[in-house]
């Protein structure tokens, strides 16, 4: 008889080889047939709102591991709410308008000059969309769950009108004002810029140590005194205005190589050492106050230079008396205006000098340096120069060094609600923790917000100007203008007049001949999308305001998490978040920043193309993502490992259920056996875990005990030894049906614990399933760990130690297996000595420890004080023998009882009455 087709072996046709690349596209076709999403939102409807609120990525090129880290953590955490009892809506989004896009129509050979603006903006309109349906494509590949077919996009007429309302609702309150100030400028882009959209780059710069001579010292100081003053930017010295001092420092007047300065007293030495003095007399001192409103005489052009008073003077470097450029800096110009003085800015938009440098006009500023260096030399007041590298602010797209320069810029005032915004901070939860202090932190020391760009590709502020120059910015206007631009869009500002854009009749006391003009500046990309939470959590029907989740980069807080939470106080005086969940940046697996110079780019396209997404969604969960990520082909191997383990385990699970119905078959608690009951407790408590960790937003810690309890708890273990049942025993045989009801639930519990992370796999498994009614997993829920007793609490103190004693066992096997005294471990007989606290364990009649072992024999052969001098082991001393007797045909044991039936001599009695009674029957 062919006693292998009487066993039950498992069956299944679930693929060992996922071919994810391949099968992954077919799973989301699948998907996009039933309209997954909708199919989700109708099952969870009713349920209280989860809103996971997306950031929007720039609609500009192909995606890249940052994208990909970011919206796989988003999916995941949406698509477990949706499994816990919530109704979790996501809805996709992107940012539309800035200069990455007008640059990149430039480079396409778009000549701006012989078009309108309003041409050129359809342009960027046309080019912005199809780069979303690029992006959507490849979001879509990573198996992002979403309402794609109506994402919200901040070009859209909508989304516009509703940040003109923004804007209006800001302005009403007294938020919004134009001034001249100084902002951050890049000459690269001639545009003012946000400190969001600023970078900081190592860059080498001209230190210079300038004289600047008393003029009038009030009887302070004589006029053969020279105020010594530092900078690394000489091209702002023909816009010196005033020296600032600190009131409470401590000045010398010195005696240095023949001339006399005034320096901060605590910075003498240094500067002695930097300019390279050799004979230094302190001839008096003075405290800062007593110079204010002395002045020198500006260097090159003889006029005056105030001394004034200023807090911001440090004595951490320079020499405590501070070249004062009110044109060129926001303490400058702070101080500077305390003081009556102009705001000179002797730089355009490109950043050339103009007249107002006489001896320098049209060149560029950078280029300025020198000359101005060497001018200051021919007067006898360069004191030192050498150069430095130093941290530098740079324009983030165009990667150029950027300026401070003073000019006419809308501001949103952050000063007027300040302790709003930080009142907002704190009722707000952060993951992680130290996301509170660096946002709260960030708000309290940033000055006002310039929200005007000198660009076409973005939404107008929507000002107007009567003929006297006010700005109008009245109810009637914004609301106006909302109507205009949901109807036509803000192309509609462009190609009208301004009286055209005013609501008919409109007059203003500023213009009795009823002309106006309009702003031709557009709104900073960060106003864009810091209105996403009007524009789109209360302008759609299907999410609600303020989200619960805010998720994007550490990056962002200085961008969408400052200018979402200024705008949302602004208007509504609270956060547009609930939480705040920040994650690191992806790095090369040395922890170097990929670039294509370095050639360490990774792009998560290759990473599917190769792999599949759900390996990279497995990376995603199995990193520590509130820090930098690491990313590599190895790491991406290593993840492939445990995915093919966990795919393995799921499929060797299903195998062992084909003849399992769990509406008949199941086996009650009650019922199963205590190896069973401590396999379901193990599951139970892993249910636990992992609901807890997702709840935490701890994707590794989920990684990480699935992982274990697959390879532990699963392989090396319980499906190790329900091979002699499930395999052996009779298809209805107590201990076989008690082992498939363990192993249904826990298939069916793996599938649901990990489709957040890999859904393709999840769903793939889950169409094999032919006893649960869902159509998906995703359009299921989560499982419930039950309660756990006393009974249980006894069955896992009783398991770990017997798991201790398995572990002396199962070593002292492989020496044996090591030594030639074994092959496979069912050839050997077990003799154990073991204390006497624990023979009541090894003794107990309701564990079969041979199976229990996977060996063919196993007794108790006394007290751990009798073994014998070749025992091993540490819980228990353990010998290995040779089990005596025949190897079963049919389960390959030796339990000594083979050739007891005549009629299967080759069987064991067990073997034996299988076949008799179930095969021959």
Known sequence: MDYKSTLLMPKTEFPMRGNLPKNEPKMQEKWEEMDIYEKVQERTEGRPFFVLHDGPPYANGDLHMGHALNKVLKDIIVRHRSMTGYHAPYVPGWDTHGLPIEQALVNKGVNRKEMTVAEFRELCKEYALEQIDRQRTQFKRIGVRGNWKNPYITLKPEFEARQIGVFGDMAKKGYIYKGKKPVYWSPSSESALAEAEIEYKDKKSPSIYVAFPVKDGKGVLDTDVNFLIWTTTPWTIPANLAISVHPDFDYSVVEADGKKYILAKDLLEDVSSMVGWEQVETLRELKGRELEHLTAEHPLYGRDSLIILGDHVTIDAGTGCVHTAPGHGEDDFRVGKANGLDVLCPVDDRGFMTEEAPGFEGLFYDKANKPITDALNE????????????????????????????????????????????????????????????????????????????????????????????????????????????????????????????????????????????????????????????????????????????????????????????????????????????????????????????????????????????????????????????????????????????????????GNLSDFDPAKDRVAKEDLRPVDKYMDLKLQRLIRTVRDAYDRYEFMTVYTSVNNFVTVDLSSFYLDIAKDVVYIEAADHPHRRAMQTVMYDTLTALLKLMSPIIPHTADEMWSYLQHEEAESVQLTDMPDAREETDEDFALMARFTELMEVRDDVLKALEEARNGKVIGKSLEAAVTVYVPEDLKVLLTSGDIDFAQFFIVSGFRIGGNLENSPADATGSRVRVVVEKAEGEKCARCWSVPGTVGENPEHPELCARCADVVVNHYEA
């Open 379 to 654: 007067k006898g007041a360069l004191v030192h120069l050498e150069f430095i590298t130093h941290s530098y602010p740079h324009d983030w797209r165009s990667k150029k060094p950027v300026i401070f320069r003073a000019t006419s810029q809308w501001f949103a005032s952050i000063d007027k609600f300040r302790e709003d915004l930080l009142q907002a901070i704190r009722d707000t939860s952060f993951t992680p923790a130290w996301g509170e202090t660096r946002l709260y932190n960030m708000v309290r020391d940033r000055g006002d917000w310039c929200i005007s760009r000198q660009r076409a590709w973005g939404v107008p502020i929507p000002v107007f100007y009567a003929e006297n120059g006010e700005p109008v910015i009245t109810d009637e206007t914004i609301g106006h203008v909302q109507k205009l631009f949901r109807e036509h869009g803000s192309n509609v500002w462009f190609e009208r007049e301004a009286e055209d854009l005013l609501p008919e009749g409109f007059t203003h006391p500023g213009s009795p001949n009823g002309k106006f003009t309009k702003e031709t500046d557009i709104m900073d990309v960060w106003f864009d999308s810091g209105s996403t939470h009007q524009g789109v959590l209360v302008e759609r029907d299907d999410l609600v305001y303020p989200a619960d989740l805010y998720l994007e980069g550490s990056d962002q807080y200085r961008g969408w998490f400052n200018s979402s939470l200024t705008t949302s106080v602004a208007v509504n005086g609270h956060a547009p978040y609930k939480g705040i969940l920040s994650h690191g940046f992806t790095l090369d697996g040395e922890g170097r920043k990929m670039s294509k110079s370095l050639g360490n780019v990774i792009v998560p396209a290759k990473v599917m193309d190769q792999m599949g997404a759900d390996i990279l969604r497995l990376w995603v969960s199995s990193a520590d993502y509130t820090a930098d990520v690491h990313v590599s082909d190895a790491i991406f191997k290593q993840v492939s490992e445990v995915y093919r383990k966990i795919r393995n385990t799921l499929r060797f699970l299903h």
